[in-house]
């Protein structure tokens, strides 16, 4: 039987552009802390994987600051400030803030003090994407890398996080990206690396791997693969409407009202589609496309393992035992057409004997 993976909102495949970057960078014996040549020349690459990361955020390569993830990275920005954010962020933000923000039925969140708040820019069940206030504390940046145009420096937050995994990148390496000038105190002390904001010898064949993901993510980017990922994903869309029964899509409508009677929907990442089919559980959805050979998530990667409801979708309007029915199907470079066809067939015949026991 051959697997379609369809969750690349929780990772991605490494690149081979990445694995190569990170095969060259075994050679490199130095540490870059160290004066000798060894030293310099770890010091030389991982300075130039700051440089192509930067470039790939549009931001400066001095206010990278390479972490262990989007998580640290979090939290390097975010522990004892008393930020404020709504339910709908990922856990890495939420749980260092008060979760007190307003959250429509499409997702959208309004944030009157931006310099007190974080803001997601996409997230990654609905894929709904935020407008963000000037001034923002910190933006999470991680699911829109690499799927959307932006630049950081342009965006005016202080602070946001990313993580290589989700753009093709190695697992366990991410970076915090700060607006010039910002103070953060590391939470991390000892040798004071990172410009004494992040201690501890640096992950050289992570960050090479990121910044080599990272351009080349950019170059698909430019070249408008996402759009036709985009174009593949309506047309999922279409055919799960076509397959299934009293179906609702978060982002696109609201708390089950149509969006076209609602007012008009945000923009999506052009990867994702929530899904809720009412009475049918979606880690129930998850095991049973696992077993005819697809892999697709209930939510967040970090929480799906628990059976709950989405806190995302209660937050946004759901009820709970419809937010307790969504399925997360986020696709890649390389799913085609005929692919999710074959998904959405065998996603309707379960979904109808699904509903056929109730």
Known sequence: MERLYLDWNATTPLRPEARAAMVAAMDIVGNPSSVHAEGRAAKSALERARADLAEALGADGQDIVFTSGATEAAALALSGRGIHAAEIEHDAVSSWCETDLAVDGFGRVSAPDPAQSALQLANSETGVIQDLPQGLWLSDLTQAFGKVPFAF??????????????????????????????????????????????????????????????????????????????????????????????????????????????????????????????????????????????????????????????????????????????????????????????????????????????
């Open 153 to 358: 420096n342009w965006m005016g937050a202080t602070c946001g996080i990313v993580s290589a995994h989700k753009l093709g990148g190695p697992k366990g390496v991410g970076a915090l990206v700060l607006r010039r000038g910002t103070d953060i105190s590391a939470q991390l002390k000892g040798g004071g690396q990172e410009m004494g904001r992040r201690a501890g010898t640096e992950n050289l064949l992570g960050a090479v791997g990121f910044a080599a993901a990272a351009k080349a993510a950019m170059r698909d980017l430019e070249a408008g693969l996402w759009e036709e990922i985009a174009e593949i994903r309506n047309i999922l869309k279409t055919a799960l409407e076509e397959a299934g029964q009293r179906l609702y899509f978060p982002g696109w409508e609201t708390s089950g009202i149509q969006a076209g009677d609602g007012g008009e929907g945000p923009s999506i990442l052009p990867n994702t589609l929530s899904v809720i089919a009412p009475g049918w559980k979606g880690e129930t959805q998850v095991m049973r496309m696992d077993l005819m050979g697809f892999a697709v998530s209930a939510g967040s990667a970090c929480s799906s393992g628990k059976v709950r409801a989405s806190r995302v979708l209660r937050a946004m309007g759901w009820p709970e035992d419809q937010a307790a029915c969504a399925m997360r199907v986020s696709l890649g470079p390389g799913i085609t057409r005929e692919q999710v066809l074959r998904f959405a067939e065998s996603w309707g015949k379960a979904h109808a004997k699904a509903l056929a026991r109730k």
